[in-house]
């Protein structure tokens, strides 16, 4: 391939994006609902290498996203060399990954985690999506700190919201024990959640103590909010407090506690400290709550 003549420079974007395909060895039927956004000297074209329909496959999904990283590492940098190959966007049609090695600030970073990335003195200067869940994303990104540029892999995941609820009467605090498949532990956590797209954490606070519990917190309050883990996921926890509440019927998600129930207020400042609470967003809530007087 690399002995193209320079007329073919002048080639459809569409066809320098297959050039790009046979480059990386890949099989059109591989990049199933891939899309990629391409110029060649002043021609853009979204080209869409594949004639599949796009697909919701987990297998499906997978094997696409492998494809779109062998095009983006191997093809792509060929395909620029040989004819002059610009490519602008890369990804799935039904989901919209980024897999490329471009200057992008769509790797899946929000506005916020940009502004707060911008702020902090790190330069976003690239990135690829190595992997894309439903719940999380795998990217690599290409960084530059005080003038160091760097690589480094992350996890982009969605932020999380929860309710510290205290019932004045009882001198007591809505608590669930939930076991945790990741870290393997068992212990007690208050009610929280994934705040969905474009929902405020408020929201979504209230949202999944109605869920888990079938207690409404009303009247809440901000208790602070802080990274899960700031070098490795893009994470934040917004942790929020209630000193009243109501019944808003059947808990919907009971099944992913196996025990819920309204700890003393002394039980719970123990529990904290001899490490029956094992979740960092739990623990730092009642922390929190304590030291900001919700408890009062």
Known sequence: MRGLSRDTRGATAEYAVLVAVALAGLSLSALGDAFVDATVGDAKSRAVPSTASPT?????????????????TDGLRA????VGLRVEGLGRRIRGITAVDEPFEAIALSDAHLER????????????????????RVAELDLALDGHAYRHEGIVASDTAGTVVFDPEQRAVLVLKRRRLMSGTNGWEFPAGHVDEGEHPAIAAVRETVEETGFEPLDVIKLGEA??????????????????????????????????????LDEMRSALLNGEFQEAASVLAGLLADAMGLFD
């Open 56 to 72: 919701a496959s987990v297998g499906a999904q997978a094997a696409t996203v492998r494809a779109l990283a062998t095009l983006a």
């Open 79 to 82: 395909a620029r060399e040989t």
């Open 117 to 136: 990335a911008r702020a902090a003195g790190i330069e976003i200067r690239g990135g690829r999506t190595r992997f894309d869940g439903n719940r999380v």
């Open 227 to 264: 990274s899960a883990s700031g070098n490795s996921t893009t994470r934040r926890f917004h942790l929020y407090g209630a000193r009243a509440f109501r019944e808003a019927g059947p808990a919907v998600d009971a099944f992913e506690a196996s025990e819920m129930r309204w700890m003393p």
